[in-house]
């Protein structure tokens, strides 16, 4: 058995590589405290997609910030089976992250194991809490031509999954798994980071399918009854594509996402927004932003500023793209999720090659808020870092909330980039 090239794909152009949903950037360190993979950087289209997502800059560094007491602390990452956390932690609702290839959820000081396939990744809750959506890897024996013959090789590929909290009814919406030549050969499409709206109706995606061959791995719609992809024709950087879709949780309907860019050898991911009754798209940064997310009223975008010395989370202002706010300085923070009670945001931290969560306790209003104190969620437990933590607290439990104003259709005032329509 031939296994599959990570730069082979049909026609010539080259793959990414196939890491598996565990650490699907190929940037980590895994749960087990193994040194990080890097990706193979070609001319693939997740290759790419992988440098402008991190842009080469996430800060493995061997020591804790302030050094001085490393050696006299055991930093071993917690078994697979475990997530250790700060007793201190009281997360309202429930967080949603992964480790070893796992969904796991914590609420208030207790956590538990979701999944169990140790192939699960980007998990999103839905806006009622009834459903998490997830993508799982599966690898199985798959057959196509190289070299003018037909070969077969491992077969790795996505399925769009969803489950409940509880952990029952996990279900199968789309697979990945490509076939061509009335289904005598195999390949595959990338799925990733299924975020749904707030009707529950949509998933927004970003694929390549349903033909790779042809496509970038950009922003798509999905719709769940009809299992249909809808490609939204948005401006990109061929094939550097997009990623990291968000959905407006209040007020107009606005969709968040990434568009990556590259300055030289060097990544430029830059937010860009798309309003669904226009159906049209302009930046609301510069390049150097990415993992955009919502605060709850809409107004506000916490995101991940990405530059030579590492990645740190900074809160930017919806209309201006301004930043108004930096909750790190340490060069090793990414992922925002905010609270969706507007008070709280978690973060993944890398320190001695471990991935844990951290939470920024907001003070004050908004824009001019202070951070608080800023807690471990978890402590030592190697949390995969490529599977940003998704956050759903009960209507019952939140604060009575202002609507926001309806927003400006894009392209309608000042952006730090100009505006583009599809």
Do not use: C
């Amino acid at each position: 058995m031939i296994r599959r090239p990570s730069g082979s794909r049909p026609g010539g152009a080259s793959r990414g590589p196939t890491r598996g949903s565990r650490d699907p950037y190929g940037l980590l360190p895994r749960g087990s405290g193994r040194a990080p993979l890097l990706s193979a950087i070609g001319l693939a289209v997740v290759a790419l997609l992988t440098l402008g997502l991190f842009t080469g800059q996430l800060p493995f560094l061997p020591s804790r910030a302030g050094g001085g007491d490393a050696g006299a602390v055991d930093r071993t990452p917690a078994p697979s089976n475990i997530v250790i956390v700060d007793p201190k932690a009281n997360v309202p609702g429930s967080l949603v992250y992964v480790k070893q290839g796992n969904v796991w959820l914590q609420s208030g000081t207790s956590v538990r194991q979701l999944t169990d396939t140790g192939h699960d990744s980007m998990p999103s809750w839905s806006a009622d809490g009834t459903w998490i959506y997830f993508i799982e890897t599966r690898t199985e024996r798959g057959l196509f031509p190289l070299n003018g013959s037909a070969t077969y090789y491992d077969l790795t590929y996505p399925v769009l999954t969803r489950i409940h909290p509880d952990g029952s009814t996990r279900q199968e919406l789309a697979s990945g798994k490509y076939t061509i030549r009335g289904g005598k050969y195999e390949w595959f499409y990338w799925i990733r980071q299924p975020v749904p709206d707030r009707t529950g109706k949509t998933l927004a995606l970003v694929s390549d399918g349903p033909d790779p061959t042809k496509n970038d791995v950009v922003l798509q719609l999905f719709d769940i009854a009809s299992g249909q992809l809808t490609t939204l024709g948005l401006p990109e950087n061929p094939p550097l594509g997009h990623q990291d879709p968000a959905w407006r949780p209040t007020g107009r309907a606005q969709l968040l996402y990434v568009m990556n860019g590259r300055e030289g050898a060097r990544g430029a991911p830059s937010i860009w927004r798309w309003d669904p009754a226009t159906k049209k798209a302009n930046a609301l940064t510069g390049p150097g932003y990415m993992a955009p997310a919502w605060s709850p009223d809409g107004m506000y975008v916490a995101a991940t500023k990405t530059n030579s010395l590492g990645t740190d989370v900074v809160i930017l202002d919806l209309k201006t793209g301004a930043e108004v706010m930096r909750l790190t300085n340490d060069g090793r923070s990414w992922g925002p999720v905010w609270s969706p009670a507007g008070d709280e945001i978690a973060y993944l931290h890398i320190e001695d090659g471990i991935v844990d969560l951290k939470l920024a306790r907001l003070t004050g209003t908004a824009p001019g808020w202070t951070v608080g104190e800023t807690l471990d969620l978890t402590r030592y437990s190697g949390l995969d870092g490529g599977s940003r933590p998704s956050w759903y607290v009960p209507a019952n439990q939140l604060p009575p909330r202002t609507p926001p104003p309806p927003a400006a259709p894009p392209g309608s005032g000042a952006s730090p980039a100009g505006s583009a329509a599809p």
